[in-house]
C-alpha cells in the first residue's frame, strides 16, 4: 500500500493516523495474510467500540424512550447493510488488501467483507486515537443516519418491521408465544418464543412483556438482515399435486 493510497483513505475518513501500521492492518483481508496480521482481531474490538457509541449516542439523544426501541434503532444503524453503505461511502473498497484470487471472486465488492472492514478500521481509530476522538469521528461518519433517527415518524417498531418484511418475502407472520420464566411475583423474567410457521426461529427475555417481544423481533430482524434466517415453508397441498404433476 503506498503511502499516497493511505493519505486517501484517512482523506475520506476525515483525520490521520498517528500509528499508519494500524490502519494497514485493519485493511488487510485474511486473504492477503498467512498470518494473524489481518483485520479479525481489529474487526472484533471495532464491533464492541461501535456498539458502545452509538448506544451512548441513543442514550443521551432518546433518553427518553423505552430500552426496546433504543435497540432498535441501534440494529438499524449497526448491521451488515448499513455498514456497507458507510464503507460504499468512504470508497473503502478501493483499499483493501485481498489475495489477488480474492480480488478476481469480487470479494473487494462482498457486504461482508466491507462491513467487517468497516469495523476493523473503528477499532485501529480506538487504538490509535482513544475513545473520545473515536466517538467524534464516529459520530461524522454516522452524521446523516443519526440525523435521519430524529424524524420518530419514519422509524418503525421492530415488529412492524419484522413482519412487513416477511411479508414482503411471501412468508407467514411471526407468532409470538410469551410467557413467565423466572425471578419472584413482584419482579418477573419474561421469555418470548418466536415462532414463523411451527418453527421456533428465536427467543429472547425481558422485565416487561413488551420489552420481551420487541428484543426477539429486533435480534430476528438482525438475523434477516444477515442473511442468517433460515426459513423452510412447508408446501401447500395444492402446491404439492402440482409438483408432482409436472415432473
Known sequence: MFEKDIGKLEKELGFTFKNRILLIEAITHKSFSTSEDNNQRLEFLGDSILNTIISEYLFDEFGHDNEGKMTSMRASLVNENSLYELAKKIKLNNFMLMSEEEILRKGNLRKAALSDTFEAIIGAIFLDQGYDKTKVIVTNLFNEELKNLNNVKTF??????????????????????????????????????????????????????????KKVATDTLKMLKNNMLEITEEKSLLKKIIDSLIR
Do not use: A, W
Open 156 to 213: 418503525k417498531d421492530p415488529k412492524s418491521e419484522l413482519q412487513e418484511s416477511l411479508q414482503s418475502m411471501k412468508i407467514k407472520p411471526p407468532k409470538y408465544i410469551t410467557s413467565v420464566k423466572s425471578g419472584p411475583p413482584h419482579n418477573p423474567v419474561f421469555e418470548t418464543k418466536l415462532f414463523i410457521g411451527n418453527k421456533l426461529i428465536n427467543r429472547s427475555e425481558g422485565f416487561k412483556k413488551s420489552d420481551s417481544e
